[in-house]
């Protein structure tokens, strides 16, 4: 199957400090790139759509300055987390569209301190 | 306002076992139903999934039975075996070119040796 692969797999920061998370697909090339946010036992709540070359489509209620996507190659899409907060503090995974099918990376544990 | 409805929660089975797992979803424009199974601190992968046009897909010990008038869609997992314990999600998304999956809440399945 395509593999994603997500960077860093856990990070700790400070509060106020940014952190930038990659999403890479590595034997494929994606126009389309999703990230989400996943609450512990909880299911993935879609953040936004990243498409390459062009402005992310934000979902309801995402703060697209707190959330800034890039999407700057067919095989990279990077989610920064600017002035991150204790509340911000989550597991965050990418997809990637190979075709019609969505394959995930391994996710990101964030942890703010 | 929850578009793909999971059941159960949790779902404990010996060993052996059939599990089952059940979504119902509102949206009649859906036409791409995929499984994913996740295990903690992983990204989601891909299990099995299934389009409109048929009524059940076998991989394997896995099976998704689809029953299109009454949109809903589960998932059996034949022999079910430790290895099999995860959270599981089914997920939903229409034929445009966003591909964006709205996921179940989940079912965490514990098989008991």
């Known amino acids: 199957g395509a593999v994603v692969s997500q960077h860093p797999s856990r990070v700790i920061c400070k509060s106020g400090t940014s952190v930038k998370i990659e999403c890479r697909s590595l034997?494929?090339?994606?126009?389309?790139m999703f990230w989400y946010r996943q609450f512990p036992k909880q299911s993935l709540m879609l953040m936004a759509t990243?498409?390459?070359?062009?402005?992310?489509?934000?979902e309801q209620g995402v703060e697209k300055d707190k959330f800034l996507i890039n999407h700057a190659s067919l095989t990279l899409s990077t989610l920064t987390v600017t002035s991150a907060h204790p509340e911000d503090s989550s597991f965050y995974i990418c997809?990637?569209?190979?075709?019609?099918?969505?394959?995930f990376g391994q996710g990101t544990r964030l942890t703010v301190v | 306002q929850q578009q793909v409805k999971q059941s159960p929660q949790s779902l404990i089975v010996q060993k052996g076992g059939i599990s089952i797992i059940n979504c119902a979803y509102e949206?009649?424009?859906?036409?791409?139903f995929p499984w994913y199974q996740q295990f903690p601190g992983k990204g989601p992968a891909l299990l099995i999934a299934?389009?409109?046009?048929?009524s059940e897909k076998k991989e394997g010990r896995f099976t998704i039975s689809f029953n299109k008038s009454a949109k809903q869609f589960s998932l059996h997992i034949m022999d079910s075996q430790p290895g099999d314990s995860a959270t599981y999600f089914c997920?939903?998304?229409?034929?445009?070119?966003?591909?964006?999956?709205?996921f179940g809440s989940g079912t965490r399945l514990l098989v008991r040796p």
């Open positions: 997809s990637a569209i190979r075709y019609t099918e969505a394959f």
């Open positions: 034997d494929f090339q994606a126009t389309t």
């Open positions: 990243s498409n390459e070359g062009s402005k992310a489509t934000y």
């Open positions: 949206n009649t424009a859906f036409d791409y």
């Open positions: 299934i389009r409109p046009d048929v």
């Open positions: 997920a939903a998304s229409m034929g445009d070119s966003s591909y964006k999956l709205i």
